[in-house]
């Protein structure tokens, strides 16, 4: 089997080597008190990654969709009024997980390619003053969207609203700005797998101190993913299971190199990685799914094929012919579109390599790309800047 490096999906993303290395351990008592030496860290650095001085950290052995669960069932109870908007594939499956709970959703309906709109979210609210939670897509993966959740919190405000507000930052957490104290989140959700740069596995969700208070209110069914176990097993140094130990040696190393650069110093390359490709895209003559420059996203680039084209023909040559993964379209975009991922570990050289690749498998399928017209307009944009780029694989 030969293996596809770098990869260009919006996750699971590059891993550097080192963290690789972390995640492959000798077994460990995770009854010991060593693990405690690996855990404390690896929480204590996710609540700096995400801005908070006040959250509490629980980390399952899980992935992302679980994250959104645990989100839910710790708050809410069947019936309980949701908010939530529709921008894309993820904010559609939490919407999905909502209903099948029992939860009773509205849904604020965008065209694929918008973001959240924060008016419409303060007229539901004023509608509707018994809605629990607001639950918002900080960045949607599938079309490469961010939305203003600092907005979504003003507008929570302008309501006079006592929801809590959920974000979902799994694929903006870690490398693009994200502030959980100042935005007022009440829960956050990431994954291992995306701009912590590690294998998936790990559910990491944040929680506000009153979103944490709801837990005991909340009338929806958990065990496994149940805050007060992990509080409790945390507070005995372990987990109230047997844990990912590997995994959380590797969130540990990933949060010391990524607090080590800096967050601003992240949240920028990430940018500047992503204006390269954003070139790119603009010199071949075609769209992103975005449909305005706010709300381009820094992590993933969803780029409109031309019509009549199937954007899936074009990331399955570039996988057969060149060993190069980027991403498929999803649900209504499906066919409609392709993914580069720009996030995780990511030097310009290899931004180039992958936008390169693009090119290369656009032509050979007979799209009217210009050759070597991406990379050039790319390497403008990463030949002017001054720092070098920190995370390289
Ligand atoms: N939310 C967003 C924005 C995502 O991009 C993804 C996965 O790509 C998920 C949720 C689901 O996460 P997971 O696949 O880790 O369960």
């Avoid at 590059?14 to 963290?19: A, G, H, V, Y």
């Avoid at 069947?78 to 559609?92: E, I, Q």
């Avoid at 507008?155 to 006079?160: E, N, P, V, Y």
């Amino acid at each position: 089997m030969s293996f596809q490096n770098p990869v260009f999906i919006p996750g699971p993303t590059n891993m550097p080597e080192d963290l690789r290395r972390a995640c492959d351990m000798p077994t460990l008592d995770h009854r010991s008190p060593l693990f405690g030496e690996i855990l404390h860290p690896a929480l204590e650095g996710v609540a700096k990654v995400v801005g908070t001085k006040k959250g509490e950290v629980f980390v399952f052995p899980a992935t992302g969709t679980a994250g959104w669960e645990v989100a839910l069932t710790n708050t809410l109870s069947p019936g309980d009024k949701v908010l939530a908007t529709r921008n894309g594939m993820f904010s559609h499956r939490w919407i999905d997980m909502c209903e099948r709970h029992g939860l009773d959703v509205t849904v604020i309906r965008r065209e694929w390619g918008e973001g959240i709109d924060a008016a419409a979210v303060e007229e539901a609210l004023r509608a509707d003053p018994a809605i629990k939670a607001v639950l918002a897509t900080h960045n949607e993966t599938a079309t490469g969207v961010v939305s203003d959740i600092a907005a979504v919190r003003r507008a929570m405000d302008a309501a006079g609203s006592d929801a809590l507000l959920f974000v979902d930052g799994v694929s903006s957490i870690a490398s693009m700005p994200f502030h959980f104290d100042d935005w007022g989140v009440d829960v956050a959700i990431t994954g291992s797998q995306k701009g912590f740069m590690l294998p998936p596995g790990l559910a990491i969700t944040v929680f506000s101190a009153k979103a944490a208070d709801a837990v005991e209110g909340a009338g929806l069914p958990r065990t496994f993913l149940d805050i007060r176990d992990m509080r409790k097993g945390y507070a005995a140094g372990g987990f109230p299971y047997t844990p990912p130990v590997g995994l959380l040696n590797g969130l540990n190393l990933s949060c010391r190199r990524l607090l080590d650069e800096g967050m601003k110093g992240v949240w920028a390359r990430h940018h500047h990685i992503a204006e390269g490709v954003r070139a790119a895209v603009e010199a071949w003559g075609l769209e992103l799914c975005a449909v305005s420059p706010e709300l381009y996203s820094d992590t993933v680039s969803a780029i409109r094929t031309p019509e009549g084209f199937d954007a899936n023909r074009l990331v399955a040559h570039a996988a057969t012919r060149y060993g190069v993964a980027f991403g498929t379209g999803l649900g209504e975009v499906a066919g409609k579109v392709f993914r580069i991922g720009h996030l995780g570990s990511l030097t310009e050289p290899m931004a180039l390599a992958g936008i390169a690749t693009a090119e290369m498998a656009m032509r050979d399928l007979g799209l009217e790309v210009e050759s070597g017209s991406g990379t050039a307009a790319a390497e403008e944009v990463y030949r002017g800047a001054g720092a070098p780029m920190a995370m390289a694989a």
